[in-house]
């Protein structure tokens, strides 16, 4: 029988609410209704006491953490209405989005224009600090994320990868069991799978730092690469339209250098998409943000991130229900990649890493909830753009 749980949360944020929600819905085998009934009184349905408890320590670390913290805002725009009612009826019923299983469309026409708008728009970006262009596969090995302790801080993301034995005999038996089945694959011969050891990458820039294993790089240089890839998270319940996808199109900029140039190179990141919110008149907000830590052992680095100011987000406004998308982030890591991957100078000093990141669908369902589908109220960019592409049909 499920029983409720209230708490007083009068020191949060916006922004900490809604982490909390977000990683509260991943737990959906033990956690029901989530609500405020007011603005600092959260409401939570738990199954068990072993899910309340845990409830219990989550949201008395986010509170903890949150005495200690401060906001900080770098850049703020506001948007220019009117705005459409509900971009998400909207774009559903536009016939642009292919609804293909949960968290997963396929896009079409205008937004998918857009998308290849935003897509030259950060590349451009990287280009402009010099950054050479790499491509990644998709699948990664598991011992990647071990490498760097992913699943320590984020398993609520992994969408991890299996196969069949190699067995000539047993791949028999499950072809015709499925043929038997008209095409359906039973919980039996599921459980035939070998135990996942690749995984759907869920950061476009995990594989760029195993690239430079072991690598000198001279005194004073910076080294900086970008790459476009498709990114994995499951969101539980938290998927929603192109805001929040289980698979969606991200564009990194990674620097490897000494903290000083990756504080300055963070900066003109910051600058050239605050230059480009302000060229497309969108409303956004760049401040100092956390990631969304899970267990209970790594949410302590949610204060350590705030403090050292280690990850600034964008977030483009949503008007209709008043919310915010995370389409940006800018992140210092420390030595923490080039301790794991021995990556010096030639001094033999660690280097340093950052990772800017644009979200491409995020971009895009931020755009059209400010815009809309009427493209009269598109900034000129945009339609230039869409204009140049037709011509070349």
Same mark, same amino acid.
């Given at each position: 029988?499920?029983?409720?749980?209230?708490?007083?949360?009068?020191?949060?944020?916006?922004?900490?609410?809604?982490?909390?929600?977000?990683?509260?819905?991943?737990?959906?085998?033990?956690?029901?209704?989530?609500?405020?009934?007011?603005?600092?009184?959260?409401?939570?349905?738990?199954?068990? %006491?072993?899910?309340? !408890?845990? @409830?219990? =320590?989550?949201?008395?670390?986010?509170?903890?953490?949150? $005495?200690? #913290?401060?906001?900080?805002?770098?850049?703020?725009?506001?948007?220019?209405?009117?705005?459409?009612?509900?971009?998400?009826?909207?774009?559903?019923?536009?016939?642009?989005?292919?609804?293909?299983?949960?968290?997963?469309?396929?896009?079409?026409?205008?937004?998918?224009?857009?998308?290849?708008?935003?897509?030259?728009?950060?590349?451009?970006?990287?280009?402009?600090?010099?950054?050479?262009?790499?491509?990644?596969?998709?699948?990664?090995?598991?011992?990647?994320?071990e490498e760097v302790s992913y699943l320590a801080h984020f398993p609520?993301?992994?969408?991890?990868?299996?196969?069949?034995?190699?067995?000539?005999?047993?791949? %028999?038996?499950?072809? !015709?069991? @499925?043929? =038997?089945?008209?095409?359906?694959?039973?919980?039996?011969? $599921?459980? #035939?799978?070998?135990?996942?050891?690749?995984?759907?990458?869920?950061?476009?820039?995990?594989?760029?730092?195993?690239?430079?294993?072991?690598?000198?790089?001279?005194?004073?240089?910076?080294?900086?690469?970008?790459?476009?890839?498709?990114?994995?998270?499951?969101?539980?319940?938290?998927?929603?339209?192109?805001?929040?996808?289980?698979?969606?199109?991200?564009?990194?900029?990674?620097?490897?250098?000494?903290?000083?140039?990756?504080?300055?190179?963070?900066?003109?990141?910051?600058?050239?998409?605050?230059?480009?919110?302000?060229?497309?008149?969108?409303?956004?907000?760049?401040?100092?943000?956390?990631?969304?830590?899970?267990?209970?052992?790594?949410?302590?680095?949610?204060?350590?991130?705030?403090?050292q100011e280690a990850k600034y987000e964008l977030g483009l406004i949503?008007?209709?229900?008043?919310?915010?998308?995370?389409a940006a982030s800018f992140n210092l890591h420390g030595d923490f990649?080039?301790?794991?991957?021995?990556?010096?100078?030639?001094?033999?000093?660690?280097?340093?890493?950052?990772?800017?990141?644009?979200?491409?669908?995020?971009?895009?369902?931020?755009?059209?909830?400010?815009?809309?589908?009427?493209?009269?109220?598109?900034?000129?960019?945009?339609?230039?753009?869409?204009?140049?592409?037709?011509?070349?049909?």
């Amino acid at each position: 029988m499920s029983k409720i749980r209230e708490y007083t949360i009068e020191s949060l944020e916006p922004a900490d609410l809604e982490q909390i929600r977000s990683t509260l819905a991943h737990g959906s085998a033990g956690i029901g209704s989530i609500s405020l009934s007011d603005p600092h009184r959260l409401i939570v349905e738990v199954a068990d %006491d072993a899910t309340g !408890e845990f @409830v219990d =320590r989550y949201l008395e670390g986010m509170v903890t953490g949150a $005495r200690r #913290r401060r906001p900080r805002i770098l850049f703020e725009s506001k948007p220019s209405g009117p705005f459409p009612s509900d971009i998400d009826h909207q774009l559903l019923a536009s016939g642009e989005l292919l609804p293909l299983g949960e968290g997963l469309f396929g896009i079409r026409g205008r937004t998918l224009q857009l998308c290849r708008f935003f897509e030259q728009e950060f590349r451009a970006i990287a280009f402009r600090h010099h950054a050479e262009e790499n491509r990644y596969p998709v699948l990664l090995p598991m011992e990647i994320l071990e490498e760097v302790s992913y699943l320590a801080h984020f398993p609520q993301h992994a969408t991890l990868c299996c196969h069949f034995p190699e067995s000539l005999p047993v791949l %028999d038996e499950i072809a !015709e069991s @499925v043929e =038997r089945s008209g095409g359906r694959l039973n919980d039996e011969q $599921r459980s #035939r799978a070998l135990p996942p050891t690749h995984v759907l990458q869920p950061a476009v820039c995990l594989p760029c730092y195993r690239q430079h294993r072991n690598r000198v790089i001279p005194d004073g240089r910076c080294l900086s690469l970008t790459v476009e890839n498709q990114v994995f998270r499951f969101e539980a319940r938290n998927f929603r339209s192109l805001a929040r996808l289980w698979n969606f199109h991200v564009r990194d900029l990674v620097f490897l250098g000494n903290r000083t140039d990756l504080v300055q190179l963070r900066r003109k990141v910051m600058e050239d998409t605050s230059e480009l919110v302000c060229r497309l008149d969108l409303g956004a907000r760049i401040e100092i943000a956390n990631d969304p830590f899970f267990t209970s052992s790594s949410r302590g680095k949610t204060v350590h991130q705030h403090l050292q100011e280690a990850k600034y987000e964008l977030g483009l406004i949503c008007p209709g229900d008043s919310t915010r998308v995370a389409a940006a982030s800018f992140n210092l890591h420390g030595d923490f990649y080039s301790r794991v991957y021995n990556i010096r100078f030639a001094s033999g000093d660690l280097v340093e890493t950052a990772c800017m990141g644009f979200g491409v669908e995020r971009w895009v369902y931020g755009f059209l909830a400010q815009k809309g589908f009427d493209e009269e109220r598109w900034p000129e960019p945009v339609l230039d753009f869409l204009n140049g592409q037709e011509a070349t049909r």
